[in-house]
C-alpha cells in the first residue's frame, strides 16, 4: 500500500472506533442473529426430511400394490 493509503486507512480507523463495551454487544447479537437462523434452517431441513419420508412410504405402497397385480396377471398368463 501506498503511504496515503495507509495514512488513509488509520484516519478512518480512528473515527469509526467502536467502545469496546458496544463492540461487544455487536458481537453477541451477530452470534444470536447467526444461532436463529441456523435454527430456522435446521427446523426447515427437518420438514424437508418428513415430507420426502412420506413420499418414499407412499411410493413404497405403490410399488407394493403394483408388485402384486404383476404377479397376479402373469398368474392368469401361465394359466391361459
Given at each position: 500500500m501506498t503511504v496515503r493509503i495507509q495514512?488513509?486507512?488509520?484516519?478512518?480507523e480512528q473515527r469509526f472506533k467502536v467502545p469496546h463495551a458496544l463492540n461487544?454487544?455487536?458481537k453477541i447479537v451477530h452470534k444470536n442473529l447467526g444461532w436463529e437462523k441456523a435454527m430456522k434452517e435446521v427446523l426447515a431441513l427437518k420438514q424437508q426430511l418428513d415430507a420426502a419420508t412420506k413420499k418414499h412410504a407412499a411410493v413404497e405402497d405403490q410399488v407394493g400394490h403394483?408388485?402384486?397385480a404383476?404377479?397376479?396377471c402373469v398368474r392368469q398368463l401361465k394359466q391361459a
Open positions: 495514512r488513509q486507512k488509520r484516519i478512518l461487544q454487544f455487536t403394483l408388485h402384486g404383476l404377479k397376479k
